[in-house]
């Protein structure tokens, strides 16, 4: 069973009362780190697709494309390495912001504390938030996990070392849902759609 796996049957569970009554800034919950980004990232309004081998994130981009219909469109990406493994997927790239609504990246770390990701030059840019599309598609790894800002960019100093990526930004407030749509810290914030495939590799 992956990692992932106590989120569909087995394990502890944390009750809906407890999830639905707990506020912003009460205390993490003492449960995993992969099931504590999940509660959140579903709170923040993101759409979360795990996947267990690379096969299952083809067939779910595939999904992804056909509910929007999107087959026509152009995907916008700014990272080559991105590109180069879905090549055979049929799709367009481009990188031309102009022609695509439609933005697929990778990411530095999936944050447990409030759901959000995190990414950086080496996905974006020198590009802000709001200059993005408001379709986002991130394809990411299990072991991009990590429970808090703080040590996704301890992990980030300690990999990169002396050539730290700058533009270090995170994705938090996405669609708006029952949950957050009175969270005053996302007012002014680009609301995204945001797919995320998660690709399990542990």
Request: aromatic letters at 12%; glycine letters at 4%; one cysteine or more.
């Amino acid at each position: 069973m992956g990692v992932f796996g106590k989120l569909f049957g087995g394990g502890k569970k944390v009750s809906k009362e407890t999830l639905e009554t707990r506020g912003e800034h009460m205390p993490d919950l003492k449960i995993p780190v992969d099931e504590k980004f999940t509660i959140y990232f579903k709170k923040n309004g993101g759409k979360f697709i795990y996947c267990e081998d690379f096969a299952e994130v083809s067939e779910a981009l595939k999904n992804i494309i056909s509910e929007n219909d999107w087959q026509s469109r152009f995907f916008y990406s700014l990272d080559s390495r991105l590109t180069s493994r879905f090549a055979s997927e049929n799709i367009t790239f481009t990188e031309n912001r102009q022609e695509s609504d439609i933005f697929f990246t990778t990411c530095e770390h999936l944050i447990a504390h409030n759901g959000s990701i995190l990414v950086c030059s080496n996905q974006i840019k020198e590009k802000k938030l709001d200059e993005l599309p408001s379709n986002l598609i991130v394809f990411a790894t299990t072991s991009q996990l990590a429970d808090s800002i703080s040590e996704a960019l301890k992990i980030i100093k300690e990999k990169y070392q002396k050539n730290i990526p700058n533009n270090i930004t995170t994705l938090k407030h996405f669609q708006p849902t029952p949950e957050n749509k009175n969270d005053f810290l996302s007012y002014g914030s680009a609301s995204k759609n945001v797919y995320l495939l998660l690709l399990e590799d542990y």
